[in-house]
């Protein structure tokens, strides 16, 4: 099915990550999809894809907490050197003894988040704006919150983590499903900051995503095909 060319989305993956802080935003994107031209296919399921992701990694496999294994597509340091590439970057978490002792300037994930936060807006293959990304589910957070993007602004992590998060992130802590921290350096065309709460909602915070691309009943649909009672109205 023809249409416009999908938004690349970088996934940074690392040892003892959630799965569904992973899974479920990768579920949202997958699902939704462009208007489709058969009358025969009024829920769209075979309309153009909207998003296509890139799996980035360290190591060939990860393993998550719940001891799922997933291969990436590309290493971390081939990320880093791409970056420009991506409209998109996702963050998912994991259990803070995962993180914290990785919360360094000089690893690859802080290198590639903050090599991603400093870029400008970019455009689509039809030459359309594209609002740069970049979405943190549950305390994929934590990584955000190391390179002080977070410092003053409202955010949200999972909520059993709120008040640690604080401390570490300078944030203002909201527990919400999600929280749209908003532009970068005060730019119109900075990078925009979502980050959202424990595990599931990463869904809603994608959902939020697809809603932001492609409008309200894009993201509904999207939900729809995931059979998801997403609750927009309980997070303006």
């Known amino acids: 099915?023809?249409?416009?060319?999908?938004?690349?989305?970088?996934?940074?993956?690392?040892?003892?990550i959630d799965i569904l802080d992973f899974t479920g935003p990768l579920e949202a994107l997958h699902s939704a999809r462009h208007p489709s031209s058969q009358a025969s296919d009024?829920?769209?399921?075979?309309?153009?894809?909207?998003?296509?992701?890139?799996?980035?990694?360290?190591?060939p496999t990860v393993t998550s907490g719940a001891g799922v294994t997933v291969s990436r597509d590309i290493t971390l340091s081939q990320a880093l050197s791409t970056i420009g590439d991506y409209a998109m970057v996702v963050v998912p978490g994991a259990m803070p003894d995962r993180i914290v002792p990785n919360l360094v300037d000089e690893h690859e994930m802080i290198k590639t988040i903050n090599a991603f936060a400093a870029l400008p807006g970019t455009m689509d293959a039809g030459g359309r704006p594209v609002e740069r990304t970049l979405l943190s589910v549950c305390t994929g957070a934590y990584w955000l919150a190391h390179t002080g993007m977070l410092r003053g602004r409202r955010a949200t992590t999972h909520w059993m983590m709120l008040d640690e998060f604080e401390k570490l992130s300078g944030a203002k802590v909201d527990r919400r499903k999600y929280v749209d921290v908003g532009k970068l350096g005060?730019?119109?065309?900075?990078?925009?900051?979502?980050t959202a709460g424990g595990v599931s909602g990463g869904i809603d915070g994608?959902?939020?995503?697809?809603?932001?691309?492609?409008?309200?009943?894009?993201a509904k649909l999207a939900a729809g095909v995931m059979d998801y009672d997403w609750k927009k109205e309980e997070n303006p």
């Open 206 to 218: 994608a959902l939020y995503l697809v809603e932001r691309v492609g409008g309200l009943d894009m």
């Open 186 to 194: 005060g730019k119109e065309d900075g990078v925009r900051v979502i």
């Open 1 to 16: 099915m023809s249409g416009p060319a999908p938004i690349s989305v970088l996934f940074l993956l690392y040892p003892g």
């Open 42 to 59: 009024p829920n769209r399921l075979h309309g153009a894809k909207v998003f296509t992701p890139t799996l980035a990694a360290a190591d």
